[in-house]
């Protein structure tokens, strides 16, 4: 009978998790599919522009989402990981379900609108231009970036996702 219980518990789980949306995030251009950051995409240090952020495409946005956050990281070098290189929210209509954000410029604090700096990028200290998001910047030595994805309902996390920018 035990084990009776436990495959009907197995199955009530599944089927609950079958049913349910996670949050999920795909990249809106080609160019940010392969396993390297874009050249035209990183710091002014080693482009002729500064770099921007990805478009990208949202589906499966919880119910009460108010804004979506994007915490930038070089998960390679330890004094920018964890949002070193700025954490940007996009305020979103209440209950949408899909949608796609836009890439945002580097190195500046102007924004286009719906779109505000949380943390802007740490890497001023490291002599950057000052903004809310720095492209990658490691000079082509293999660092890792990724954007962790949180939908928010004022401070409370109501689901996440990352994506892995690539390599630079």
């Known amino acids: 009978m035990k084990k009776l219980g436990i495959i009907t518990s197995i199955a009530a789980f599944t089927a609950f998790n079958l049913s349910a949306a996670d949050l999920s995030a795909t990249f809106v251009d080609d160019i ?7 050249n035209t995409e990183v710091c002014s ?10 478009s990208i495409a949202l589906e499966n946005i919880p119910d009460n989402a108010t ?5 930038f990281s070089d998960e390679t070098f330890k004094g920018m990981r964890d949002g070193g290189h700025g954490v940007i929210a996009y305020t ?3 209950n949408s379900k899909a949608l796609t ?3 945002v410029k ?27 998001y720095l492209a990658p910047c490691s000079g082509g030595k293999g660092n890792t970036y990724s954007v962790l994805i949180k939908a928010m309902d004022g401070d409370k996390i109501l ?10």
């Open 32 to 38: 940010w599919k392969k396993s390297a950051v874009p």
């Open 67 to 71: 804004k979506i956050v994007l915490k």
């Open 159 to 168: 689901d996440a996702t990352s994506l892995t920018l690539g390599t630079f």
């Open 106 to 132: 580097g190195e500046t604090f102007d924004l286009p609108k719906g779109f505000s700096s949380e943390i802007a990028h740490r890497a001023e200290k490291f002599g950057k231009t000052p903004g809310a």
């Open 101 to 103: 954000i836009p890439s």
């Open 92 to 94: 979103i209509a209440k």
């Open 45 to 54: 240090n080693f482009n002729t522009k500064p770099g921007a952020t990805p």
